[in-house]
């Protein structure tokens, strides 16, 4: 036991169940949460310019480690700017915490200075939310925050009235083993039938998603095994290398035709970690499907065999019991479709063409970017064109998936460069996400995080242009006036290059690369997708 502020009690038991990083804004309702934080030896604070971004690092952070992601701001407005960033953790089933200030005990009610009903507002879509009435509930409302986010993948949100924050408090810290259960389970029977369809099948499938990210390995060695060629979703894009013989890219809208081509044709798929978005389109077939959530299993359509279980045990128990065949005609076939598809992309990435497209951009950052980069993409066009012309080896992928919110690639860079301090971090975005959070770019100019944002500029919310033409509307609101990003770049701090022509492109990515320092490639981009 040990006398401290109610504060520095709440910032201590985020420390003991690992939390290193807290994002977010000082204020008049948060600063004893602040400074506690100030403080401690192990939690740094990392000051943004508005709050969404905040969030969404928060939950960026989460998807990328596993571990707790963590935002503070202040009551009122404060609170309402974290929304966005943590839908977008509750929808990616992120684990994250939010910590917000509110008003004085005494203040509650009658709708003083900055207070809004604050349990309310985050009801609709945390997993858990209270407010710390007293001192004496801190240590068991920040342990049941923190279990529920990490057990039930999701938002917990805790509000700290100011004068709580103040208060002297004798606590004991509770540490995180014991308190998480064990996630490794499996159900024998259910594998046991899941091999036998396995056996019997002529043509399996793998289907990968965002469920099975840390599984790539056991997935590699059970499609070898079988002889399956292995499809991801999007969001679990480069979780087996995509210049493996036996992988064939994303499923999806923005996926490969070989890859919805070998799915049709499957007499049985196995999908690990998948939730079955209707952007993937995941077709009703024999499936065996594994997820930790029950909830997945089935959800869309009835399922021969859904196994509950983390996937990596699952994998681990099939590869075991499978029997293994080879099939050299299927690598040879493989082969020969991912040949006609890399030939179609050499063939749309037309070095003439100015201003730059699409798929010569994609082309080029295959060329640069490290094999173990981890690349954060945001929402647009540019996700579009990542999505089907970029091949990723070894990199990892980070991006806003089930709310797919705009403004994304840059905090959600920032978070994995704090993470992963050593390795290469690039962010894809456009003109349109990019402008909406371009304050943290100051961000990472405060923290020395050198990371490269890559701008295709085209002056227009170009994906919102086509649906209107799609839709049969007229282009309207979508054209947008930019500054000189590279001129902001280098204002801000770091340094910029402005890319007019194909080849400029190259040069001015390898230079970004190699200024170990915040950078910005502004590339002037062709609007029209196709």
Not at 86 to 95: G, N, V
Not at 213 to 239: F, H, M, V
Not at 442 to 448: G, I
């Amino acid at each position: 036991m040990q006398e401290r502020t109610v504060s520095e009690v709440i910032v201590d038991q985020l420390a003991a169940w690992g939390v290193e990083y807290v994002f977010g804004l000082p204020g008049t309702t948060c600063l004893g949460v602040v400074d506690a934080i100030r403080k401690h030896p192990r939690v740094r604070f990392i000051k943004v310019r508005h709050e969404e971004a905040a969030a969404l690092m928060a939950s960026a952070y989460a998807k990328l480690t596993g571990n707790v992601g963590v935002c503070l701001t202040i009551a009122g407005p404060g609170a309402t700017n974290l929304i966005t960033g943590l839908y977008d953790a509750k929808m990616d089933r992120a684990p994250v915490v939010a910590l917000t200030g509110q008003v004085k005990l005494q203040y509650i009610g009658p709708g003083s200075f900055q207070e809004i009903d604050q349990d309310v507002l985050f009801n609709s879509f945390c997993t858990f939310n209270k407010t710390i009435n007293s001192k004496e509930q801190t240590i068991e409302l920040v342990t049941l925050a923190l279990k529920h986010a990490v057990v039930e993948r999701g938002v917990s949100h805790l509000a700290i009235p100011n004068d709580v924050q103040k208060e002297v408090l004798d606590a004991r810290i509770e540490p995180l083993k014991g308190r998480i259960p064990e996630f490794r389970i499996l159900n024998t029977d259910l594998v046991e039938r899941a091999v036998r369809l396995i056996n019997e099948a002529e043509r399996p499938v793998i289907i990968a998603g965002w469920g099975a990210r840390a599984q790539g390995e056991k997935l590699l060695k059970l499609a070898d095994r079988i002889s399956a060629p292995i499809i991801t979703t999007y969001r679990a894009k480069g979780i087996v290398p995509e210049d493996h013989e036996l992988a064939l890219g994303v499923l999806g809208d923005v996926g490969t035709p070989m890859a919805r081509t070998y799915v049709n044709a499957s007499d049985l798929l196995l999908v690990f970690g998948s939730s079955f978005s209707a952007k993937t389109n995941i077709p009703r077939k024999t499936i065996i499907q594994v997820d930790i959530d029950p909830m997945n299993l089935g959800k869309s359509f009835p399922i021969e065999v859904p196994i509950l279980g983390e996937c990596g045990v699952v994998l681990a128990e099939l590869v075991e019991r499978v029997q293994e065949r080879a099939n050299p005609q299927l690598v040879e076939d493989v082969k020969e479709e991912k040949e006609r598809w890399y030939a179609q992309l050499e063939k749309e990435a037309d070095v003439r063409s100015s201003p730059l497209r699409g798929p010569f951009i994609m082309k080029v950052l295959r060329e640069v970017i490290d094999p173990t980069a981890i690349i954060s993409v945001d929402v647009g066009d540019n996700s579009f064109w990542f999505g089907r012309n970029f091949v990723m080896t070894r990199q990892t992928l980070l991006m806003s998936g089930y709310l797919a919110t705009m403004g994304f690639g840059l905090p959600g860079a920032l978070a994995a460069k704090l993470a992963a301090p050593d390795k290469q971090v690039v962010c894809i975005t456009g003109d349109g996400g990019f402008a909406q959070v371009m304050g943290e770019f100051l961000t990472a100019v405060e923290n020395k995080l050198a990371i490269i944002v890559v701008i295709l500029n085209n002056n227009e919310l170009a994906m919102i242009s086509m649906e209107q033409k799609v839709e049969g509307y007229p282009k309207f609101a979508t054209e947008l006036k930019n500054p000189n990003y590279a001129d902001y770049a280098t204002s801000c701090g770091g340094v910029g290059f402005h890319v007019t022509e194909p080849n400029e492109l190259k040069a001015a990515l390898e230079a970004a690369l190699a200024a170990k320092k915040p950078a910005i490639v502004d590339i002037e981009t062709d609007p029209k997708r196709f």
